[in-house]
Each structure stands twice: as structure tokens, then as C-alpha cells.
Antibody
Framework: ELKLGESGGGLVQPGGSLRLSCVAS????????MSWLRQAPGKGLEWVAQ????????YYVDSVKGRFTVSRDNAKNTLYLQMNSLRAEDTAVYYC???????WGQGTMVNVSS | DVVMTQSPLSLPVTLGQPASISCRSS???????????LYWFQQRPGRSPRRLIY???RRDSGVPDRFSGSGSGIDFTLKISRVEAEDVGVYYC?????????FGQGTKLEIK
């Protein structure tokens, strides 16, 4: 069964850091662009970051540039999102997705609050 | 950024009746290779989004054939030929032609 599973979310104070992970099982994600998206409580979807198959190209939405870093380890079938200098407005469910968003994880909640 | 505008934002539908959601982009989504990266997603309550349609009109595996996508350039439509109870949720269009990829506001489909 194809599956993506995120972890690493939680409660963090403003200015703090978190590292999200997303493990793919049931398929090899190395052939695919992979992405992180988020959904603030009661709001719509927002694309956060995207990384090419070999990690040579990365794209970020303006609101996270300089604070978030996307990376991947194809040998471990794992996608990462390092989030620094977190703000209240980063509070959301974070999803990983791949294959042109044909595959989605279940999401992990990030709550930035003092 | 490309703005994706959906209408209506709320869609009450009687079971068995058709439904239609419109999505308009602020600029043409046609890429240099002639393809158009326009997607439709369904998000049922409490669930992760699910891709229904890619490249305007290609239905994903397992998606019922009552769902169809159409359109070109800046105007796109998702149609459900006969709404069923399991179709309740929020529907999003998304453009993948330009970075950052952007979503519409979402259309909440409910049963009358």
C-alpha cells in the first residue's frame, strides 16, 4: 500500500524550531518531486515548499523563505522540513505530498504559541 | 502570484442532482509545452485532500466517472453529474504552471 506518514509536529513557542519528517512506504519516492503544504485551522490549502528528485532545485512560498528548509534522503525514502524562527501564523496542519500531489500524508499539526 | 478564484464558495445540492464549480485564474495556465497544470482536489471532513483531476480533465484512478473536469486558458470547471452523500466536503482547484503553485479558496459542497 502506498503511504506517506508525517511526524515531528507539536507545540512550539514563537521563534522556536521544529523538524518535520515524512516517510514514504509502499513505493520509492526518488522519481518524484516532493512537496510540503499546510492548512491553517479552518482555512484553505497553501503550498509551502517543493524539492526536485535529486534535491538540486527547491522552491518556497515567500512567507517561509529564509526560515524553512526542505530536504530529502532518497535512500531513506524520507522528506524533511526544517522550520526555524516560527511565527504564530505558521500554525497549521502540515502535509507532505508527492507525484504531483497524487499522494498525500495524513498531516501533522504544528502549533506556534506562547 | 497567480490568483485562483472559485465560485460558488458554498454549494448546497440535492442528492442525485448535478453540481458545477468554476475556477478562474488571473493568467493563462498554458505552459510552453502546451500542457495546462490545473488540478482539482476533494477534502472530506477531517481527511487529507485527495486529487480528483489533473491536467484539467484527466481523472485519477479510483475516482468515480461522475466527476469530470474541463476548461482551458483561464476558465475551468469541475462537474459532478449526480451528487452522492460521499461527495460532501470542500473542493479546491490548484494551478501548477507557475511557482508558487496556488489554490482557490475552496467550495464547500453540502447536501440540501
Amino acid at each position: 500500500e502506498l503511504k506517506l506518514g508525517e511526524s515531528g509536529g507539536g507545540l512550539v513557542q514563537p521563534g522556536g524550531s521544529l523538524r518535520l519528517s515524512c516517510v514514504a512506504s509502499g513505493f520509492s519516492f526518488s522519481p518524484y518531486w516532493m512537496s510540503w503544504l499546510r492548512q491553517a485551522p479552518g482555512k484553505g490549502l497553501e503550498w509551502v515548499a517543493q524539492i526536485k528528485q535529486d534535491g538540486s532545485e527547491k522552491y518556497y512560498v515567500d512567507s517561509v523563505k529564509g526560515r524553512f528548509t526542505v530536504s530529502r534522503d532518497n535512500a531513506k525514502n524520507t522528506l524533511y522540513l526544517q522550520m526555524n524562527s516560527l511565527r504564530a501564523e505558521d500554525t497549521a496542519v502540515y502535509y507532505c505530498a508527492g507525484a504531483a500531489l497524487g499522494y498525500w500524508g495524513q498531516g501533522t499539526m504544528v502549533n506556534v504559541s506562547s | 502570484d497567480v490568483v485562483m478564484t472559485q465560485s460558488p464558495l458554498s454549494l448546497p445540492v440535492t442528492l442525485g442532482q448535478p453540481a458545477s464549480i468554476s475556477c478562474r485564474s488571473s493568467q493563462s495556465l498554458v505552459k510552453s509545452d502546451g500542457n495546462t497544470d490545473l488540478y482539482w482536489f476533494q477534502q472530506r471532513p477531517g481527511r487529507s485532500p485527495r486529487r480528483l483531476i489533473y491536467m484539467v480533465s484527466r481523472r485519477d484512478s479510483g475516482v468515480p466517472d461522475r466527476f469530470s473536469g474541463s476548461g482551458s486558458g483561464i476558465d475551468f470547471t469541475l462537474k459532478i453529474s449526480r451528487v452522492e452523500a460521499e461527495d460532501v466536503g470542500v473542493y479546491y482547484c490548484m494551478q501548477g504552471t507557475y511557482w508558487p503553485h496556488t489554490f482557490g479558496q475552496g467550495t464547500k459542497l453540502e447536501i440540501k
